[in-house]
């Protein structure tokens, strides 16, 4: 599986931008779906991460309330909603697909496919 993220840019605190990882391959469905992110100078993060029906996700506790992802298996894509957004949102988002894991696996090592990570940059 090949993944595209895409959808990043410049926006002011409290504003909003939609992600899209678009993924490659006939399996995607079969995976669950995440995405990351990773600023300057920390390591790679959970944001959430949503099972191969959509119908179940998980996210980390710095995004609840304010970001939703969502995937369409037809189109092999999964989007992450940003709302809200903080300056502390600021960082490069990955996308990621793990054949292993669950909606709450939010170790990086376990995602067996990533995307090449799109900036965010939130300005307050």
């Known amino acids: 599986v090949q993944l595209q993220a895409s959808g990043g840019g410049l926006v002011q605190a409290g504003g909003s931008l939609r992600l899209s990882c678009a993924a490659s391959g006939r399996t995607f469905s079969n995976y669950v779906m995440a995405w990351f992110r990773q600023a300057p100078g920390k390591e790679r993060e959970f944001v959430s991460a949503i099972n191969w029906s959509g119908l179940r996700s998980y996210y980390a506790d710095s995004v609840k309330g304010r970001f939703t992802i969502s995937r369409d298996n037809a189109k092999n894509t999964v989007y992450l909603q940003m709302n809200s957004l903080k300056p502390e949102d600021t960082a490069v988002y990955y996308c990621?697909?793990?054949?292993?894991?669950?909606?709450?696996?939010?170790?990086?090592?376990?995602?067996?496919?990533w995307g090449q990570g799109t900036q965010v940059t939130v300005s307050s």
């Open positions: 990621g697909g793990s054949s292993r894991g669950t909606v709450r696996t939010v170790v990086p090592g376990v995602y067996d496919y």
